[in-house]
């Protein structure tokens, strides 16, 4: 307790309630830290959202009240204090080394040998982990308390970044144990999760701030902000993955022991670790690794193995500026640099039109690659990608490839800025509809819809593919046929045109592989409302929302009534995918398709769906903004979804009432501008009463 008191004053607090403020403050502050390393580091919330906010709330409040009792690990100083004008130097108690790389297995032999042979052992136990592809940190915990974090700058001095390092919420500023070491500095990588780095840079597009071009160069961007605050806002994660100086630590006879320390400390350690044997293990755990890695929630760029024991690690030792007992084993690039031969355009089943760059054959992450797609105009607009440009062509697993930038200083002279409406004379390459682009939208489109061969061929593909009518054979080269012979219109003759003796006169049709479609088709017809739902391709329909369709109308009959505002109903499906839906079965040609394909005999079974039959708010929209005095926002939302209305985000003429607390902003003041009905809490209550 701070030995301040402030004698006689009005408003002073007795020495008692004081400690009874502290003690409610310790609470708040234990509850969420418990929550955050739930949250952060386990990955497993225990608290909804808004009862976290509201012990955060809590905190917040007795601090200001009491700002003498603020100490720097209290979770309220993770959202950043003030700008620096620079950061300050630090040195490294223990040096931040780097590690060697192998990329071919007989580099690795060698590393293995050269150890064993120092060693003289005969096989060598391995701690083995992913190598992430952040930046380096070491975090300093003295008695317990994170007193300072840095980067690893040359790996002798570094940069200090603590109150950066503060915001980011999987990193203890505190560790939870009873007697914690007098100093214990951890050694990790800060990284950003591959969802969180989409999610950041559709808000960077969206304040139209500038892009980052990969996950690892947001994590360094945000990192070296001045401003802690804005390093707050940026998503930033943390895995530790060795340890530094240390006084009163257990001792620790190998890394994976070291590891299971801090995971004891409940420090972020990666699950992906292992202990294996030899250079036989090594390889194994490359190549699970390997296969894992595009499934991984972060970027890796290879492996990192270190011989386990720290008595036989401190008998190797280092060369120069690595250690000879630990090895990085990278995977092959993933991305490269290469020429664009020329910018062509590919038809999908939306009828979106997308440039593709045709490129210098290049081996890259693992393949050689010739085609990167440019997506539209915008990112061409946005990377200046021009035929004749040296690019650079990422490669990430099974995504497509990219080119994520251009070489300006290699750019030949004479080349054009590229204009896709222009390029193509505004018609579809393919069939020679009009194309557009719309204004609030990025792509440029074939009007030609079905009409158009290329989509036709895009929508039976995707009605056949393993997710939708799972119809196994009916691949590329079989639709491209298909389509170009006029043996298949629309989806339903897929069902009905089809015979042993048209399929076998196709190009590389034997009669085996035309009967195996054909029992292939007949066995697709038994399907499941999602699936067919899924695979009519209807825009914005994907999996997901087939599936809450499904769950919630039960039978297609049901569906094809519903109007944008049932539809709404359906839990995700907001006005643009409702909107879609209409219109897709507004048309006549989708309903007669559809009524071809069932009379073909496609089945599922059918149940009488979630609709509600009819709740006091059934068909309203609700808009929540505010506080409201006792009931959470979860709450609310629930009450209302149970009565059959909706909730919805913003306010709009559509909107039925507004529920408004305390301080609501300017949902409440558009509101009033249309005239819609606000209520307060009991308002609410008394409607769903009603
Ligand atoms: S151990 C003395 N383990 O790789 C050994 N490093 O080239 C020090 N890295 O700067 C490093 N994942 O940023 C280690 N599991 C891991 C790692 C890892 C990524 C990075 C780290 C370091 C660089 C070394």
Redesign the pocket.
């Known amino acids: 307790m701070s030995g301040h008191e402030q004698q006689g004053g009005l408003f002073s607090e007795t020495p008692s309630a004081e400690a009874s403020i502290q003690q409610q403050i310790q609470a708040l502050r234990d509850e969420i830290r418990r929550n955050d390393y739930q949250y952060y580091v386990l990955d497993e919330p225990s608290l909804p959202d808004s009862e976290y906010d509201r012990l955060f709330r809590e905190l917040q409040a007795l601090e200001t009240a009491h700002p003498d009792l603020i100490t720097p690990d209290s979770p309220t100083q993770r959202v950043g204090g003030s700008p620096l004008k620079a950061f300050d130097s630090v040195t490294h108690r223990v040096a931040?080394?780097?590690?060697n790389n192998a990329f071919e297995d007989t580099e690795l032999a060698a590393f293995d040998k050269r150890a064993r042979d120092t060693l003289g052992v005969a096989s060598i136990e391995y701690a083995v982990?992913?190598?992430?592809d952040?930046?380096?940190i070491t975090l300093t915990y003295e008695h317990g308390i994170l007193t300072q974090g840095a980067t690893?700058g040359d790996g002798y001095t570094g940069e200090n970044v603590t109150s950066n390092l503060r915001t980011v919420r999987s990193i203890p500023t505190k560790l939870e144990v009873a007697n914690p070491p007098a100093l214990l500095e951890v050694?990790g990588?800060v990284l950003i999760f591959k969802r969180d780095f989409e999610k950041l840079n559709q808000d960077q597009q969206a304040k139209s701030e500038k892009l980052f071009a990969n996950p690892r160069n947001a994590a360094a961007g945000s990192l070296r902000q001045l401003d802690p605050r804005i390093t707050a806002t940026r998503p930033l994660t943390f895995f530790a993955?060795?340890v530094g100086a240390t006084e009163g630590v257990p001792v620790l006879s190998s890394h994976s022991a070291a590891m299971d320390y801090l995971v004891s400390l409940q420090l972020p350690v990666c699950k992906e670790r292992a202990v294996v044997h030899a250079l036989d293990g090594l390889i194994h755990y490359y190549q699970s690794i390997g296969s894992k890695r595009n499934d991984l929630p972060f970027d890796i760029d290879g492996v990192?193995y270190?011989v386990n024991s720290i008595g036989q690690q401190n008998e190797l030792g280092f060369v120069s500026r690595?250690?000879r007992w630990?090895i990085?084993h990278k995977f092959p690039a993933q991305e490269a640099l290469t020429e664009v031969l020329a910018i062509e355009v590919q038809v999908g089943r939306t009828g979106a039109i997308t440039p593709v760059a045709r490129l210098h054959p290049v081996f890259v992450g693992g393949v050689t690659v010739t085609n990167a797609t440019l997506h539209n105009q915008d990112e061409i607009d946005r990377k200046d990608v021009r035929v004749g440009d040296t690019v650079s062509v990422r490669r990430a697993g099974d995504v497509i490839p990219e080119v994520v930038s251009v070489i300006l200083e290699r750019r030949p002279e004479g080349t054009k800025p590229y204009q896709l409406l222009e390029s193509i004379q505004h018609v579809c390459p393919i069939c020679g509809s009009h194309a557009i682009r719309l204004e609030d939208e990025a792509a440029v489109r074939c009007t030609g819809g079905l009409f158009c061969p290329a989509q036709r061929k895009q929508a039976i593909l995707h009605f056949a593919s393993r997710r939708a009518m799972d119809v196994e054979g009916l691949g590329e080269k079989l639709v491209d046929q298909l389509v170009d012979n006029h043996l298949v219109q629309n989806l339903a003759d897929v069902y009905t045109k089809l015979n042993l003796e048209t399929l076998s006169s196709l190009d590389r049709m034997a009669e085996k592989s035309a009967q195996n479609l054909l029992d292939a088709l007949q066995v697709s017809k038994r399907t499941t409302l999602a699936r067919f739902i899924y695979a009519l391709g209807i825009r914005n329909v994907g999996e997901a929302t087939a599936k809450d369709l499904e769950r919630y109308f039960g039978k297609l009959d049901a569906l094809l009534i519903a109007s944008a505002e049932d539809l709404q109903q359906v839990p995700d499906v907001g006005p643009i995918v409702a909107e879609s839906i209409v219109e897709f079965f507004l048309e006549s040609h989708n309903q007669e398709v559809i009524a071809a394909l069932i009379a073909a005999g496609i089945h599922w079974e059918e149940t009488s769906g979630k609709q509600t039959a009819s709740g006091a708010l059934t068909g309203k929209t609700l808009v929540l903004t505010g506080t409201l005095p006792t009931m959470s926002r979860e709450h609310a939302k629930e009450m209302i979804e149970q009565a059959g209305g909706k909730v919805s985000g913003s306010v709009s003429k559509k909107t039925h009432y507004v529920v408004a607390g305390a301080e609501a902003g300017s949902k409440l003041e558009r509101a009033q501008e249309l005239g819609v009905t606000v209520l307060d809490e009991a308002g609410l209550v008394a409607l769903l009463a009603e």
């Open positions: 931040m080394l780097s590690l982990e992913p190598k992430f952040g930046l380096a690893r050694r990588e993955y060795g990192v270190k690595a250690p630990a990085a």
